[in-house]
């Protein structure tokens, strides 16, 4: 039995902490005045060689008044709506963050959830030694989700739809393309929706825990019997449910664009990230002499699985990207215009960290079973995923007034803090081993 210890309970309690910190701050530091957006244009501008300056500060416009009076009038204007513009922007950046933060690690809970569901509807015979460590991480899917979920909705009914442009009746009014998908894109639907996906997950992630520690103490292989009828038809439910949940709660970031590889591509992120940390926590846990009947082969499965997925995220990331700029419809290929010209760093580097790195590091068979290579490379797929994230959400909510700063790290340390502390929770709740599972035996005499 898992005893969730002191030390690591004080270290999630601090991270929440300093996370819940760095995300008021954000909060408190985004609004910024109409005087102030305008003196820091001025200064970028400055900065910038004043090549700007017609654009940013309205004395230019007004030295041409004698000469030009309408052409003055409109750059006036032009000068009120780009300051505005840069204002909500700001003001959008700390909830960008922290729904970034959010959906990380919520969809590291419910890729986790859907290898577990994998692993009992394919009656795999390798991974029953690593149901309660799934168990654990995937505790974290209804609070997770619900987490999102709040937050897509706070920013509509606290904020001024900093996340989701298309919850804005004065931005619909004047769109006749998001008009067109008012009925999809509308807030009760939306509601419905996220009510009807968050139940699912978290009623199979009930259940299913509620069958394997049940089956620890049967005498026959009923309650083994019902997590596979249940994991089989879950998973039709998840590849549906997860697909729009991705239209939702990004895609529709940027309502003007659409992709039919979409829901596809965000299940890869998420898959990886979850079997990413399926064997970190795996690997933490050996280390503190708890799972020994986990061995080499184990740890080199979850790393054949990483390298695997990351090159099935790869395989996806390039056809959405090269469709897109081979037909080069303008509808279509702004959404990476403006990645490639304002988040060159983050855009190019997410492709590096998530594609070449696990290409490189895990190539090499014997790498996939020395345990801290392995968390080494998980570190590394973690980060690109998180920038993944970052990249689907920062240029459709804050343009290019991006910044990896404290209500990025402060959302970061949060979310990881409490995932944590959910996790190792729900660990210390039953036996690390799922002793009555049918393949148990074959699990732990696991060897190639």
Partial sequence: MYTFSNKLKI??????ILGFVGVVSGFMNSHKSFEEVEAILAEESAHH???????????????????????????????????????????????????????????????????????????AGWSPVLFRVMEGITAYVFPGALIVFLISLASHYIGHNNIFIWMDHEVVAEDELIQGKSGFLNVPFFIIRGIFFIAGWSLY????????????????DSNFKKNFRISAGFLVFFIV?????????????????????????????????????????????????????????????????????????????????MLIWYSNIPEEVTYFVSRINDYKLPFFGMVALNFVFPLLLLMN?????????????????????YLDVFNMIMPATVGDRWFIGLPEIGAVLLFAGLFIFITFTALSKAPLLAKRNPFIKESEHFHY
Avoid: C
């Fill in 49 to 123: 060689g004043g090549h700007d300056q017609d654009i940013v500060h309205a004395d230019d416009a007004h030295a041409q008044v004698a000469e030009h009076h309408d052409q003055a009038e409109n750059h006036v204007d032009e000068h009120k709506e780009h300051v505005e513009h840069v204002m909500h922007q700001m003001a959008n950046r700390p909830w960008a963050a922290l729904y970034v933060g959010a959906f990380f690690f919520f969809m590291i809970a419910l890729g986790v959830l859907a290898f577990y569901a994998i692993q009992y509807a394919a009656q």
């Fill in 11 to 16: 270290v999630s309690i601090v991270l929440i």
């Fill in 205 to 220: 992630r009930y259940f299913s825990r509620k069958f394997s520690l049940a089956q620890d103490e049967a005498n026959d």
């Fill in 241 to 321: 449910t997860e697909s729009i949940m991705s239209w939702d709660w990004i895609m529709s970031v940027d309502p003007h664009w659409f992709s039919t590889l979409f829901g596809w591509y965000v299940f890869a992120s998420m898959f990886v990230s979850g079997i990413t940390v399926i064997a970190m926590v795996t690997i933490y846990l050996k280390s503190k002499g708890l799972l020994e009947f986990v061995n080499d082969s184990h740890i080199h499965d979850l790393a054949k699985f990483m390298f695997a997925i990351s090159i099935f995220w790869t395989y996806l990331w390039f056809s959405q990207f």
């Fill in 365 to 385: 068979s014997d790498y996939k079973r020395i345990p801290w290579f392995v968390i080494m490379t998980g570190i590394v797929i973690l980060a690109g995923h």
